[in-house]
């Protein structure tokens, strides 16, 4: 199955917007450039209601995951590769790998 996500590198915003970490690209999910902005990915909360320092913090962390994305999927894909072409003895990571890049990539609707 192809990659139907938005092609990386996907950024969090360097500050929030409202409430809001914006998460965005400068690709289009056809993986052209936009021109002159930038396709949103995601909008991840900022702030708790309560003002909580603990909660921002798991909010920019939340949206600095979800940025890093493509470039893990990118990683795991390459890890698993190299594993498979070295011919490495079968590790349980690798069947975890190959699951997580199946639902990743929606072959699957199973959820962890």
């Known amino acids: 199955m192809s990659n139907l996500h938005t092609p990386g590198p996907w950024t969090k915003a360097e500050r929030l917007n409202g409430p809001w970490w914006h998460i965005s690209s400068e690709h289009t999910v056809d993986g052209k450039r936009t021109i002159g902005g930038r396709q949103a990915i ?3 909360h900022g702030e708790s209601k ?3 320092l603990a909660y921002a913090e798991m909010f920019e962390a939340n ?3 979800i940025a890093a994305s493509p470039e893990l999927l990118s990683i795991l894909k390459s890890a698993l590769k190299t594993a ?3 011919k490495h003895a079968a590790r349980p990571w690798h069947e975890e790998a190959r699951a997580t890049i199946a639902r990743i990539e929606g072959a699957t609707n199973d959820n962890p």
Do not use: F, Q, T
Request: glycine share 8%; hydrophobic share 50%.
């Open 84 to 86: 498979e072409l070295e």
């Open 50 to 52: 309560r003002g909580a």
């Open 42 to 44: 995601a909008c991840v």
């Open 63 to 65: 949206a600095r995951l």
